[in-house]
């Protein structure tokens, strides 16, 4: 493995990266908020009320800040769904339950123009692509809606290839309890490499260059865009626009990204192309790789797309949008699997119930042909390396990951639970006028109270309850379905057109890890409770205990920790009898070799 993350200098920074991804700026508001100016005036519509400030106060943030849930709850009471308040600098009015589904379907209501006014995104993004780049242009979207959804389900060997690998080598196994104080930078590491195989290919991803990139690309953009933010005046821009080169400039780390993937890929695509030909020729069907990658080769002429080093600017935009978000999403649920411990169990309960039917289907599967040979007095058919091979029965599947149907209600009840604050501000592009008479006019900003759709009485009573498996059996409930009651991944022509791929490596990597830790707890349970409701977008690292399913010889666990040792700082190694607890640094997990 590349020591590209041994760099405990890169692993901070990694840490403090600004998740600006196409839909979820949140942090990037956050880092405007002491010093742009405030742009914008709140919306004409003097019937709209403005929360009253604290005393001594002049804005809202350090009573949000305080306890958001509870400020928000205290606003829907005291002055119904719609409301103003001054946030982050910003002049926002908060647009709750039922007005929420009209600000994502009403296409004058734009969230990118909204984060374009702080951080001057688009300009940042269209630099590194050629075709496509009219603001609104939907080419990805369909794309990652169309083609790649459809075909998710040939990834799941893929995707649960690379998290089993990555989770022995990250996390780790054979101790029998463990803390890890970075599960962030470790889930990072793992779903940046499954992230990689999935658009790039198995080929390309196997340079460690692309994971790199993959890796590195949203806090490089995050830190350009906060280049850009302190001081907006022209002469600042004007600098920071020649430091950035966003027209054509070297210096532009996007560039240096995109550069790495058109150099991995260039051989790899070209030997596609000469197999591809000479299948062709001979007339034999072309067995086309998996990957986004060939599925922009394939759609190239109907999308335009100019050359190689466009559709790697395409890809390098969605892993903007897709690596930083899942990371945080699989973070939290295991959070979730700390925070309630039962519930976990039942998740692992459930997963065990499955993958054993699975095997009992394949072995009465391998009896009919034994049985069939003997009938036909053939020879005894060999399974070793088929799809039948007994070692395989247990493998995690697509159809296995489809029944398990607790875990989608999970899923669904942890991103309901979880977003309860204020994001995905809009910006209002003409004067928009809601149901209820009341307006926004334009250039004024909106931001989603997700509070009010998610713990909106209506749901039940128990809205501040974590209940996880309250929508088992209701197909309607599915976590990626967007409803009043579930906008997680927004809704709408916008919505998260990556959310099937998302929720799959959840469902997989929670699968993968429950299988191999029995138990998942806080290290400091008051401080890892809080997280739970963090808002999308600004994952927080929280240490976790974990505690191995398979109680390792004391052999096992200290050949590893050798391994470790030698290539890094592993701090606190205390070996009792057969336990052997290893506090892992920053700087040792990502060391880790593969044993
Ligand atoms: C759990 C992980 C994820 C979360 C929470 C998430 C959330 C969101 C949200 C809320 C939006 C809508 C923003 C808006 O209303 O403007 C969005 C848009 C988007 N997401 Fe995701 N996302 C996730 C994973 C992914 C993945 C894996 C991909 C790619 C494979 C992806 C690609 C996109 C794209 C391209 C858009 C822009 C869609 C458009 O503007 O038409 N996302 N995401
Ligand atoms: C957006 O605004 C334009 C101009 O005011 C209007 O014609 C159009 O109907 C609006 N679109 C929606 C979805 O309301
Ligand atoms: C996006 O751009 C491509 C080519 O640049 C064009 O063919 C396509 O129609 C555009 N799509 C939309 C929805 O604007
Ligand atoms: C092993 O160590 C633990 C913790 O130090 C202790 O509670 C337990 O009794 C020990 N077991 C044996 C078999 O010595």
Same mark, same amino acid.
């Given at each position: 493995m590349s020591g590209f993350l041994a760099d405990p200098e890169t692993r901070k920074i990694l840490r403090a990266?600004?998740?600006?991804t196409i839909g979820l700026a949140s942090l990037a508001y956050l880092a405007v908020k002491l010093t742009s100016k405030p742009s914008n005036g709140f919306?004409?519509?003097?019937?709209i009320p403005t929360v009253r400030l604290r005393e001594?106060?002049?804005?809202?943030d350090i009573e949000y800040r305080e306890n958001p849930e509870r400020f928000l709850e205290y606003c829907e009471k005291t002055y119904g769904p719609i409301f103003n308040i001054h946030l982050m600098n910003q002049k926002l009015t908060v647009v709750g339950h039922p007005y929420i589904k009209e600000v994502f379907t009403?296409?004058?209501?734009s969230s990118t123009d909204a984060i374009d006014e702080v951080t001057g995104l688009r300009k940042y993004s269209a630099s590194?692509?050629?075709?496509?780049?009219?603001?609104?242009?939907s080419t990805m979207h369909e794309l990652l809606r169309d083609v790649l959804t459809p075909k998710l389900q040939l990834f799941t060997e893929r995707i649960a290839g690379h998290l089993d690998l990555t989770l022995g080598y990250t996390?780790?196994?054979?101790?029998e309890t463990k803390v890890v104080d970075d599960p962030l930078g470790l889930v990072f590491h793992i779903i940046a490499g499954t992230m990689a195989k999935v658009f790039m290919g198995m080929e390309i991803a196997q340079d460690p260059k692309v994971t790199e990139s993959f890796i590195f690309c949203t806090r490089d953009f995050g830190q350009m865009l906060q280049a850009g933010v302190p001081d907006r005046s022209f002469w600042h821009m004007f600098s920071v626009n020649t430091k950035?080169?966003?027209?054509?400039?070297?210096?532009?780390p996007l560039h240096k990204h995109v550069q790495a993937l058109v150099t991995a890929s260039t051989p790899v695509i070209l030997e596609r192309r000469r197999r591809e030909a000479e299948c062709k020729e001979k007339g034999i069907p072309y067995e086309r790789p998996l990957d986004i990658m060939q599925i922009l080769l394939d759609e190239s002429d109907k999308y335009g797309f100019v050359d190689l080093e466009d559709m790697c600017g395409h890809i390098m935009l969605t892993v903007l949008a897709s690596v930083h978000t899942t990371v945080d999403a699989c973070t939290n649920m295991l959070y979730f699997f700390a925070a309630y411990p039962q519930h976990a169990e039942t998740l692992y309960n459930e997963q065990q119930d499955v993958l054993d039917e699975q095997a009992r289907e394949r072995e009465k599967e391998r009896a009919k042909l034994v049985a069939k040979a003997y009938e036909q007095g053939a020879? @005894?058919? !060999? =399974?070793?390396?088929?799809?039948?091979?007994p070692k395989k029965d247990r493998e995690v599947t697509t159809s296995a990951i489809r029944k398990m149907v607790y875990f989608d209600s999970y899923l669904r009840e942890v991103f309901r639970y979880r977003s309860a604050r204020l994001n995905l501000a809009h910006k209002a592009r003409k004067t928009v006028v809601f149901s209820n008479g009341q307006y926004i006019s334009k250039g004024s900003k909106v931001i989603i109270n997700m509070r009010s759709a998610h713990y909106n009485p209506e749901q039940g009573e128990? @809205?501040? !309850? =974590?209940?996880?498996?309250?929508?088992?059996?209701?197909?309607?409930?599915?976590?990626a379905k967007a409803a009043t009651d579930m906008i997680f991944f927004g809704m709408?022509?916008?919505?998260?057109?990556?959310r099937f791929l998302a929720i799959n490596e959840m469902k997989i990597l929670g699968t993968l890890f429950l299988q191999r830790y029995s138990r998942v707890e806080f290290k400091d349970r008051e401080a890892g409770m809080r997280?739970?409701?963090?808002?999308?977008?600004e994952p927080l690292d929280q240490a976790l205990i974990l505690t191995s399913?398979?109680?390792?010889s004391t052999e096992e666990a200290t050949s590893v920790s050798t391994e470790t040792s030698s290539t890094s700082t592993t701090t606190a190694t205390t070996t009792t009898n057969s336990s052997t607890t290893i506090s892992v640094t920053l700087e040792s997990s990502s060391t880790m070799v593969i044993v």
């Open positions: 990266a600004v998740p600006v919306t004409a519509d003097e019937s001594g106060e002049s804005v809202h009403n296409s004058n209501f590194i692509v050629k075709s496509n780049c009219e603001i609104d242009n996390f780790g196994g054979g101790f950035y080169g966003y027209l054509d400039g070297a210096l532009n020879a @005894v058919p !060999e =399974f070793d390396g088929t799809d039948l091979d128990d @809205v501040n !309850e =974590f209940k996880p498996f309250k929508y088992v059996g209701q197909t309607a409930k599915s976590p709408g022509a916008h919505i998260c057109p990556g997280r739970l409701t963090q808002i999308v977008g399913r398979h109680h390792a």
